[in-house]
């Protein structure tokens, strides 16, 4: 348990400065910004209890907004990634499948099921991002086209981090 929280202490240590050090002010023409530091919300273990899930997603979102003057927008998009979490692993996953520490990452799941809980997550997490930034339906292609190129800009980075840092199953 302690190896676990020390885990999860330096995923959220280390993409926090990666987001707000190297990534914030990256970009592609304000089309594509990458944002990494959700990877700590989407790698947390299976059986996080939701209480806990909903405020470590709101103290990230808040720990970049500090350093990114937004007021509100990524805790917003940082919870609802939660919810969304929530509601995917419901769906995609039995109970009895896991134990309460795995981490849904390669390691544990299979690299398709990572994958498309990774886009899937990482494209809600970005379609409330930004439609709370832009709050506006004017040149509303320029923000789908944002969103999407965000997406898949930030879905590789996070498979890149966890194609680098991956680690068989045990059994």
């Known amino acids: 348990m302690t190896k676990l929280f020390l885990e999860n202490l330096l995923r959220f240590i280390i993409l926090l400065l990666a987001q707000v050090f190297l990534f914030k002010n990256m970009g592609y023409y304000n089309i594509a910004a990458p944002f990494p530091y959700i990877m700590f919300v989407l790698l947390l273990p299976v059986k996080t209890s939701k209480v806990l899930l909903y405020v470590l997603a709101f103290l990230t979102g808040l720990t970049v907004d500090m350093f990114s003057d937004t007021l509100g927008v990524h805790p917003a998009a940082s919870v609802a990634l939660a919810w969304a979490r929530v509601g995917f692993m419901r769906l995609t996953m039995n ?13 544990q799941m299979s690299f398709r099921w990572f994958f498309i809980y990774t886009f899937l997550l990482i494209l809600f997490h970005h379609i409330v991002l930004l439609l709370v930034v832009v709050f506006s339906i004017d040149n509303i292609h ?21 194609l680098i840092l991956y680690r068989r199953k045990k059994r």
């Open 95 to 107: 109970d009895d499948d896991h134990d309460a520490l795995a981490t849904p990452g390669i390691g």
């Open 142 to 162: 320029l923000t789908l086209s944002s969103i999407l190129f965000s997406c898949i800009f930030t879905t590789i980075l996070i498979l890149l981090f966890e």
